[in-house]
């Protein structure tokens, strides 16, 4: 089974730069999750969505950060303009299952 | 609120020996409980969980919790580390909050293993 699919794997750009990352959930699941991983901070929710709507943006850092998830099958999230400080690797996750979270293998972002 | 501890940041064993990962929630409801493991360069994947039921929950690649409500506790357990073992350990717990169920990390516990 094709687990969540996350592209690109890694991104290096210059600051104030677009950045787009892209996830593929597995097929069937309800519920998409964004996350954040830094040394300094952990593991950070970023945004939740239920049947590709946006439930809780709540942890979306700022107004350069947007989320969508146009239909069941792929959701993107874009920073712009990005900052030396949005460095950091990006999970996107799916689930069917309360509490259960089927991870992909991450974006590593650099911003220079 | 619910809310996860994890003590130990990083936990060292010898290869063989008995690995035990602690974590303690706090919660108003009855919980659901996670581990997580996170190999380099992966994202985190389920080892096991706790719903209800039987208090002793085993996962994959060897490894058991046990929920004990008195203590608010639900430490991970392997009789024997293997090098394969070392990886980042993230305990969770689900709770209702803005609307919807949460499910919060620990900090995360790095877990080496040596020879």
């Known amino acids: 089974d094709a687990g969540v699919i996350q592209s690109p794997r890694h991104e290096v750009t210059e600051m104030g730069q677009e950045v787009t990352l892209r996830c593929k959930p597995i097929?069937?699941?309800?519920?998409l999750f964004w996350y954040r991983q830094t040394m300094m901070r952990g593991l950070e929710l970023l945004i939740y969505?239920?049947?590709?709507?946006?439930?809780?943006d709540s942890g979306m850092p700022e107004d350069r950060f947007s989320a969508k998830m146009p239909n069941a099958s792929f959701s993107t999230l874009k920073i712009q303009p990005s900052e030396p400080r949005d460095s950091a690797v990006y999970f996107c996750?799916?689930?069917?299952?309360?509490?259960?979270?089927?991870f992909g293998d991450g974006t590593r972002l650099s911003i220079l | 609120a619910q809310s996860v501890t994890q003590l130990g940041s990083h936990v060292s064993v010898s290869e063989g020996a008995l690995v035990l990962l602690r974590c303690n929630y706090s919660?108003?409801?009855?919980?659901?409980l996670f581990w997580y493991v996170q190999y380099p360069n992966q994202g985190l994947q389920l080892l096991l969980k706790?719903?209800?039921?039987?208090?002793l929950v085993k996962g994959i690649n060897g490894f058991e919790a046990e929920f004990k409500k008195s203590e608010t506790s639900f430490h991970l357990t392997k009789p024997s580390a293997h090098m394969s073992d070392a990886a980042e350990y993230f305990c969770?717990?689900?709770?209702?909050?803005?609307?919807?169920?949460?499910?919060?990390f620990g900090a995360g516990t790095r877990l080496a293993v040596h020879p």
């Open positions: 969770a717990v689900t709770g209702f909050s803005g609307g919807y169920n949460k499910l919060i």
């Open positions: 996750a799916s689930s069917l299952e309360q509490g259960v979270r089927h």
């Open positions: 706790y719903t209800t039921g039987a208090t």
């Open positions: 919660s108003s409801v009855p919980p659901y």
């Open positions: 969505f239920n049947n590709n709507v946006p439930i809780d």
């Open positions: 097929s069937g699941h309800n519920s």
